[in-house]
């Protein structure tokens, strides 16, 4: 069984930065791809972010181009999600997620996505 925990998460104020921090384990992290979604009350879930079991592919939503970076460290199993210049509009319950199966395309869907980590919130002041 997958499992992911995800870390970092905070008040903060509009500008700053925060990193987020998925654990995984439970199956070959370095054959996974790995997304960030999140979701806002009253929202959807959407994506934020995906990354490439290699790490060589790296996708961002348009709202958060720019500003944040995904990545990944195969040998610590553990996917990041370094957000700058944060806005009040990221306010929001961050997800780490992957599919269910082993595959090496990041889900950008929530139908993709197999397992889900429990969230982290993240809240940016004005």
């Known amino acids: 069984q997958v499992q992911l925990v995800e870390s970092g998460g905070g008040l903060v104020q509009a500008g700053a930065s925060l990193r987020l921090s998925c654990a995984a384990s439970?199956?070959?992290?370095?054959?996974?791809?790995m997304s960030w979604f999140r979701q806002a009350p009253g929202k959807e879930r959407e994506f934020v972010a995906g990354i490439s079991a290699s790490g060589g592919r790296r996708d961002y939503a348009d709202s958060v181009k720019g500003r944040f970076t995904i990545s990944r460290d195969n040998g610590r199993n553990t996917v990041y999600l370094q957000m700058n210049s944060l806005k009040p509009e990221d306010t929001a319950v961050y997800f780490c997620?992957?599919?269910?199966?082993?595959?090496?395309?990041?889900?950008?869907?929530?139908?993709?996505?197999?397992?889900w980590g429990q969230g982290t919130q993240v809240t940016v002041s004005s």
């Open positions: 439970g199956r070959t992290f370095s054959r996974s791809a």
């Open positions: 997620a992957t599919r269910r199966e082993v595959y090496p395309v990041p889900a950008k869907s929530v139908s993709e996505v197999g397992f």
